[in-house]
């Protein structure tokens, strides 16, 4: 790993959920107001501009940033979540998102563009990159993102 303390975003500072339900709203304002196609433009912004450091690691061929990235904010969340590697495969096994858990437990519903998020940040991060970053949502709140080396 090269400098995970070069993490763009590496707060440890106290903990504000409320960021969940703002992110909640923004996704379904947009989703309803503009459609799907502007909200996956706004997710590769996203991806290209505020993870512009994880983007360039990954064109790169440097994985480590991404997964360092995952692993600071499930751990500082208390997400339950599993990171394997087998050979050129990462995997990220999440088993209850925070963000999920936090709007549930407040009673807020998710909006059905939530996941969204993280499949179309995915797909932006590995663009132009010898990467494919794939995300499985298995339900609400549980997927499996997986990097793995495209065939040469």
């Known amino acids: 790993m090269k400098n995970p303390s070069g993490l763009r975003y590496r707060e440890t500072g106290p903990l504000h959920r409320d960021f969940h339900r703002t992110t909640n709203g923004t996704i379904a304002y947009l989703r309803k107001r503009y459609g799907l196609g502007l ?57 209850e998102c925070p963000a999920i858990a936090y709007l549930r437990g407040r009673g807020i519903p998710v909006d059905p563009a939530f996941c969204r998020q993280t499949i179309a940040v995915n797909e932006a991060l590995s663009e132009a990159s010898p990467f494919a970053i794939t995300t499985e949502v298995l339900g609400e709140g549980r997927c499996v993102q997986t990097i793995r080396r495209r065939p040469s």
């Open 39 to 95: 909200l996956d433009e706004v997710f590769r912004r996203v991806a290209h501009d505020v993870y512009h450091s994880i983007h360039e690691d990954l064109k790169r061929g440097d994985p480590e940033q991404l997964v360092a990235h995952w692993r600071h904010f499930m751990r500082r969340e208390k997400g339950r979540f599993a990171i394997r590697r087998r050979g050129d495969t990462i995997q990220m096994t999440v088993h």
